[in-house]
């Protein structure tokens, strides 16, 4: 295979409306597709497949175009696996990579094509079935292949991962195990990339796989869409790896391995929603999920928005990466396999580009055959054109067998001689005999397979960790769900709940005979800082259990619970002790990974919205924060209106949402409590709001400001990755709590440390507006115009640089460009102009930085174009951006555009601000942390804090030393005066 093979396929209708492709498989790797009712220049478009499988036409297709429906042959899973499925089964028996990436809209069938079915909460999904099944996609066949085909001396194993913006979920962790995704990123012996720290998983059978789909995609973070109801909210990627004897050459095992790379949708971030269906019985019996609208709560759909801009972003790359490679191929100056520097900014690219160039690689990209999608299928099919041209350098993998091994097969492969000869001198041979060789030789295969899964020193020390780890959570009263026994179950227990199913059914809490206490002195010590000595305890008698309020403030299904209030408690009930959140059950009321928690969290949140409001009342310092961000919000459409008069008001922050405030403003109080405690008080955390409205629409929301108090370097981060960022802190500070409990040493990772995890975002850092009505007349740019003022993304809005930039005429002779009075002369002639960004001067040093823009397409839909990430350190990036862009027919669409009402366009700058460590480790032997988390409180209060900052900068300015330094010493002075106290 010299390129990469493309397949699309169209999922099935959901939506009354016109057809949007006609769709044919001309011959057998051959196939077409022509898009209809659609008034883009280009139509046509050949691939390898052109898969219909929209069979429900009949319900929903215009009576116009149902002569195209009833003249395409309908694809079937059955049909997907007969075209590629041997292919990919002897590409990786042969000892081959094989990438499988499917690409698409959300809800367009990607997940359906590669895997079939796969909600954990439907019955019918694929690895609910031991046998073979009719909805099965192409995976789970593959995998049903090859334990079939399994030969002594296989080893099957398995990883599977989540990218979530910035971070790596491993999917296969008990523990639920999440870090930022460059860390442990390294190419394997065999030059294929791989994260090392994910934990491979041995499969022995059919039900070993099986069984580890089920725990872990219950894991992945899903959302309802109104594109998709089971929406992936980030890119999956798994990986099946084979070990094989060479059959010629027994001292080599041939490596084979199938990534498997389910990707986010494609669509705008500005396009989703957070959704609400409902389920509804077709004519023909078949159910199908209807949507209802959007969800009432717009929270959601904004944490939605924040993700779907890094999705997009990362997307964006890898079509950047494949149109690039795509021009170079065809201007024949890239040779099979060779690759192109850059394009490592986000995971996706960092991940797979080297990896695929050296597979055998399929693109599945999916579609929707309604017409309403057009812009989205144009763009799919875009992205498929340019990837068909890449060529690839297939490289095949090998491994030596060990001398164990070797040995072992020696003596398989005589044992299956003599039992082969025995047979053969049935006359002669004793039952007895027969019966003894083939215990010999079922003796054989059992050693040589556990000779084979044998991980080596790497496998036993990871075992050893994870084995450390287990007990000590136990020590905390906490049982690692998915190592539970079964009578564990026979009993009354609490297991921990998450709106983020990642973090959920992590944790068992056993409920004893008699009393179990909960809180930072008890029996049950959950992980959350936020449960106190003396939180409260369970008293259970037989299969009754009764929850008696303490110290720490605690609800019950809704209800608070006061000190010394006594509680019944019913299976299904949840109960939150602070920040943590449990469930209740028991014999016949099992937590499953099938249980809903959807109405669970609506009460859970409603009861943490009431005590935001009553907290705003009692804490004058949440009032300051929210009576300084409206004077904020007022002055700046004050500003903005004053600037001008006419600009759109979509573009001025007006309001904000108060509760997302006080949600923020206790997650700034958890950082300061973790940070403080882990030595890195440099840090100063502050709410602000983001004043520019993205192209998307998005306008008004909340962000975090973070400061490095020494560097001044600051970054923005929403709440969603300002939550996750503290979630992987919190995880880190109880692995350092639990090994200070534990007398055992530990060193947080220098990826964890709050310094990196913070700084190491790509954020919108600035805009700047251009009015650019003068492209219709067909000018350039004055020089006075090509430095666009920037600034900053938040309040409050200060100045943050320049952007050079300039718009050219790019027709192909200077005398098609029409002479323009009036820009309705434009109406239905075509315009093109280069656009070019040359550099920017900031007032921050930035490690890596872009610039990304929205502008009408060559189909008049509006796209997001982003240039080339700089990946110099610096305060002056050059990008070197040029982009000829073309529309074949001006609509008035594109006039509005351009000329804006006095809005202009906006340039927006993203950048990742530089950063250093600090020299002192955050770790057990750091005496600042292990009295912070071994002996008293996190964090001092803020008056301290405020005084003990000032007698720093005080002391500086006598002594010339670095704050940071003076600090470091006088906070260890002060753990050593605690200690011998």
């Known amino acids: ?288 999920q209807k949507l209802v609208g959007p969800h009432q709560d717009q929270a959601k759909t904004k944490e939605l928005r924040a993700q779907g801009k890094k999705i997009n972003l990362s997307l964006s790359e890898m079509a950047m990466f494949f149109m690039k490679m795509a021009e170079l191929t065809r201007a024949k100056k890239l ?37 309403a999608y057009l812009k989205y299928t144009f763009s799919t099919l875009g992205f498929a054109r340019n990837a068909s041209c890449v060529r690839l350098n297939p490289k095949k993998a090998t491994t030596a067998a060990s001398a164990a091994e070797r040995r072992l097969m020696a003596e398989l492969e005589k044992y299956k001689k003599m039992v082969a000869e025995l047979r053969a001198a049935a006359s002669s041979a004793s039952p007895e005999e027969v019966a003894k060789l083939q215990a010999q030789l079922l003796e054989s295969q059992t050693a040589l397979q556990s000779a084979v899964n044998d991980g080596g020193e790497e496998a036993a020390a990871r075992a050893a960790e994870q084995k450390k780890k287990e007990e000590q959570y136990r020590q905390r009263g906490i049982t690692l769900f998915e190592n539970v026994s079964p009578d564990q179950l026979d009993a009354p227990y609490l297991v921990n709940i998450d709106e983020d199913e990642f973090r959920s059914r992590r944790f068992l809490y056993a409920l004893r005979e008699g009393s179990t ?117 007022a002055e700046i459409a004050d500003a903005e209106t004053a600037q001008s008069p006419h600009r759109n008001a979509a573009k001025t922050v007006a309001s904000f949402d108060e509760h997302e405030v006080l949600r923020v403003l206790q997650l700034i109080k958890d950082a300061r409590e973790v940070c403080c405690a882990f030595d890195r008080s440099v840090l100063k955390f502050e709410v602000v709001l983001s004043r520019v409205a993205n192209s998307e629409g998005e306008h008004g929301r909340v962000l975090v400001s973070v400061l490095h108090e020494s560097t001044k370097q600051v970054c923005y981060l929403n709440e969603s990755e300002f939550t996750r960022t503290l979630q992987m802190l919190q995880d880190e500070k109880l692995q350092v709590v639990m090994a200070l409990e534990a007398h055992e040493a530990y060193t947080v990772p220098d990826a964890h440390d709050p310094v990196a995890l913070f700084f190491d975002h790509t954020f919108h850092y600035a805009s700047g507006t251009h009015l650019c009505e003068y492209v219709g007349y067909g000018f350039d740019t004055e020089d006075e ?52 960004i040359k550099n920017a001067a900031l007032k921050v040093r930035a490690s890596q930085s872009y610039v990304s823009y929205v502008f009408p397409n060559e189909s008049g839909d509006l796209e997001r174009f982003a240039t080339d990430v700089c990946g110099l350190p610096t305060m002056t990036p050059e990008f070197h951006y040029e982009h000829v862009h073309y529309i074949p027919k001006v609509t008035q669409a594109f006039l509005d555009f351009i000329s804006g009402d006095g809005n202009g366009m906006d340039f927006d700058v993203y950048a990742s601000a530089t950063y250093a460590l600090p020299e002192s480790k955050i770790s057990t032997a750091n005496s600042v942390v292990s009295n912070a988390l071994g002996r008293g409180p996190a964090a001092p209060s803020e008056d301290y804090r405020a005084a003990f900052d000032r007698a720093v900068a005080e002391l500086s300015k006598a002594t010339g030393e670095e704050p940071s330094l003076l600090k470091q010493r006088l906070l260890e002075a002060r753990a050593r005066d605690a200690a011998v106290s």
């Open 1 to 288: 295979m010299a390129q990469i093979q493309v397949a699309v396929r169209s999922r099935p209708w959901t939506r009354e409306d016109r057809l949007g492709v006609d769709m044919q498989q001309v011959k057998p790797e051959e196939g077409s597709i022509e898009l209809l009712n659609s008034d883009y220049s280009t139509k046509f478009f050949s691939f390898n497949y052109s898969w219909w499988t929209a069979f429900n036409w009949k319900h929903y297709c215009d009576a116009k175009d149902r002569g195209y429906c009833e003249n395409m042959s309908v694809v079937s899973q059955d049909d997907v696996y007969g075209s590629v499925g041997a292919k990919i089964k002897k590409d990786l028996y042969d000892g081959n990579a094989v990438v499988l990436f499917a690409y698409g809209l959300s809800g367009s069938g990607k997940t359906y094509t590669v895997f079939g079915t796969d909600d954990v909460k439907n019955k019918n999904s694929w690895f609910y079935h031991e046998t073979p099944h009719s909805s099965w996609g192409i995976l789970p066949r593959l995998a049903w292949d090859i334990f079939q085909d399994r030969k002594d001396g296989w080893k099957v194993t398995m990883k599977y991962f989540q990218n979530v913006v910035e971070t790596v979920r491993d999917l296969a962790s008990p523990q639920a195990t999440e870090k930022v995704y460059k860390e442990g990123m390294r190419k394997d012996q065999d030059g294929f990339m791989d994260i090392q720290w994910c934990q491979s998983t041995v499969l022995n059978s059919w039900g070993d796989l099986r069984k580890a789909f089920i725990a872990a995609n219950a894991r992945k973070a899903i959302a309802p869409t109104q594109f998709n109801p089971q929406s992936t909210r980030g890119h999956c990627i798994m990986t099946i790896e084979v070990l094989m004897p060479d059959e010629q050459d027994p001292s080599i095992k041939k490596r084979g391995r199938v990534y498997v790379c389910d990707l986010a949708g494609t669509e705008p971030a500005g396009d989703i929603y957070f959704a609400n269906y409902e389920s509804v019985q077709m004519d023909d019996g078949t159910t199908e």
């Open 517 to 633: 206490a909960f809180g930072a002195d008890g029996d049950c010590r959950p992980p959350s800082f936020s449960v106190v000595a003396g939180h409260c305890r369970i008293e259970r008698e037989g299969l009754a259990c009764t929850l008696v309020g303490g110290q720490g403030k605690t609800w019950v299904a809704g209800k608070q619970v006061d000190e010394g209030e006594r509680v019944r408690l019913e299976w299904g009930n949840w109960v939150k002790m602070g920040k943590e959140c449990l469930m209740y059950h028991g014999p016949g009321h099992a937590c499953t990974v099938e249980t809903d928690l959807t109405e669970v969290f609506r009460d859970v949140n409603k009861c943490t919205k009431l005590q935001e409001a009553a907290e705003k009342v009692t804490r004058p310092g949440m009032m300051n924060v929210l009576n300084r961000l409206r004077e904020q919000s």
């Open 785 to 836: 115009d090509k430095d666009v003022r920037l600034n900053a993304s938040a309040s409050p809005y200060h100045d943050c640089g320049v952007l050079n930039m300039e718009w050219v005429p790019a027709m192909e002779n200077f005398s098609d460009q029409p002479d323009v009075e009036d820009l309705s002369q434009l109406l239905g002639r075509p315009w093109q102009f280069k656009l070019r």
């Open 335 to 371: 040779k099979p396999g060779a690759s192109i520097p850059g394009n490592n900014t986000y995971f996706l690219c960092k991940y797979l580009k080297d990896t695929m160039l050296q597979a055998k690689t399929y693109l599945l990209c999916a579609v929707r055959p309604e017409a």
